[in-house]
């Protein structure tokens, strides 16, 4: 036998051989089922909380809220890492300057938003007129919301989290707390 055929010989037993190990080693393979991502949040829950600010509303039970000098307040939901940030101002003659002013904070957020949702709000029974505002896209606050009574108070508040923004990732805690939010401006009555 010639030298030739018999490494043509060996190369094809060679091959064989790494394919049978090959094949035997293998389990049977199937696609893959698609999966998704669960997140779980709480059932709303919420209560009217109590301080000597012009103004109450529910918060979330989920939430903690903290006063600050001049009825400022953070509603803070530790386990997704958000703060709600209110401010109150009283109105001196100066309630288009104020409203102003809270449009500029959702105007500002135009360059990295995709989309500006407004949601015009009114209850003339308790006398709370305002627009929430859903930013989708990239932006530093993805839900804010002003509201008045037009003579005496108006209330901004707008949504951060503690976490650099990724709209895709973050959107079903801003869609849980965009709901929170809503609460507030539906339950918000002025004090005298």
């Known amino acids: 036998m010639s ?16 394919g049978w190990s090959v094949s035997a080693c293998k389990e049977a393979s199937y696609p893959k089922p698609k999966s998704y991502l669960y997140l779980a949040y709480p ?4 209560h009217q909380f109590k301080n000597n600010c012009p103004y ?10 903290k006063f600050e000098p001049g009825c400022k307040a953070e ?29 500029k904070l959702t105007t500002k957020h135009t360059i990295k938003a995709d989309a500006i949702i407004p949601y015009p709000y ?3 029974a308790q006398k709370v007129y305002g627009t929430l505002f859903e930013v989708q ?24 989290f503690d976490v650099r923004p990724n709209y895709d990732s973050i959107f079903p805690a801003v869609d849980y707390i965009k709901n929170d939010m809503m609460k507030m401006m539906e339950t918000l009555a002025w004090k005298n």
């Open 137 to 160: 896209g990239e932006s530093a606050s993805n839900v804010q919301f002003h509201v008045t009574d037009s003579l005496h108070h108006v209330l901004t508040a707008a949504l951060y």
């Open 56 to 65: 109450s509303f529910a918060v979330s039970k989920e939430s903690t809220i």
């Open 122 to 124: 009114e209850n003339k």
């Open 75 to 103: 509603i803070v939901y530790p386990k997704l890492r958000a703060t709600v940030f209110i401010t109150y101002k009283r109105i001196h003659n100066n309630l288009k300057e104020l409203l102003s002013d809270a449009d």
């Open 43 to 46: 059932v709303a829950e919420y």
């Open 3 to 18: 030298n030739n055929r018999m490494l043509q010989y060996l190369a094809l037993g060679l091959l064989l051989w790494i």
